[in-house]
Structures are given as structure tokens and as C-alpha cells.
């Protein structure tokens, strides 16, 4: 498959959300988070919802570290 970063030899392209700076990152994903609440369709965690994921979080984090513990 050809690349579209034609001329650029270090691999990493200079274009895109993921090159930015880590400080225009947040503004553009703050301004996406209000304009989200402006409109009515941000979701909002209920606090049984917030406590469910970090359940999951936990166990998953849980497993990781004892897989990688076996290895």
C-alpha cells in the first residue's frame, strides 16, 4: 500500500490530531465536550454508572497485573 506521507523519512506524519500539541489537543476536545452539553447530547454518568465502570476498570486492571506477573 502506498503512504501518503511522501518525502517524510522519520515515519511520523506532521498532520493530524495526534501530532499536535498536547495543550491544542485539550482546547479542541473541550470545545467538542461544550458544544456536546450546548446540544443536549453529551451523556452524563449517573453515579451507579461511574461506579460500574470503575468496577470493571479495577478487574481489568487486576487481571493485567496478575497476567503479567505469570510471565
Same mark, same amino acid.
Do not use: C, L, V
Given at each position: 500500500?502506498? !503512504?501518503?506521507?511522501?518525502?517524510?523519512?522519520?515515519?511520523?506524519?506532521?498532520?493530524?490530531?495526534? !501530532?499536535?500539541?498536547?495543550?491544542?489537543?485539550?482546547?479542541?476536545?473541550?470545545?467538542?465536550?461544550?458544544?456536546?452539553?450546548?446540544?443536549?447530547?453529551?451523556?452524563?454518568?449517573?453515579?451507579?454508572?461511574?461506579?460500574?465502570?470503575?468496577?470493571?476498570?479495577?478487574? #481489568?486492571? !487486576?487481571?493485567?497485573?496478575?497476567? #503479567? !506477573?505469570?510471565?
Amino acid at each position: 500500500m502506498a !503512504s501518503n506521507n511522501q518525502g517524510n523519512t522519520g515515519g511520523k506524519s506532521n498532520r493530524g490530531f495526534a !501530532s499536535m500539541d498536547p495543550e491544542r489537543q485539550r482546547q479542541i476536545a473541550s470545545e467538542g465536550g461544550k458544544a456536546a452539553h450546548e446540544k443536549g447530547t453529551a451523556h452524563e454518568f449517573t453515579s451507579e454508572e461511574a461506579r460500574e465502570a470503575g468496577r470493571k476498570g479495577g478487574q #481489568a486492571r !487486576s487481571a493485567n497485573r496478575k497476567k #503479567a !506477573s505469570t510471565q
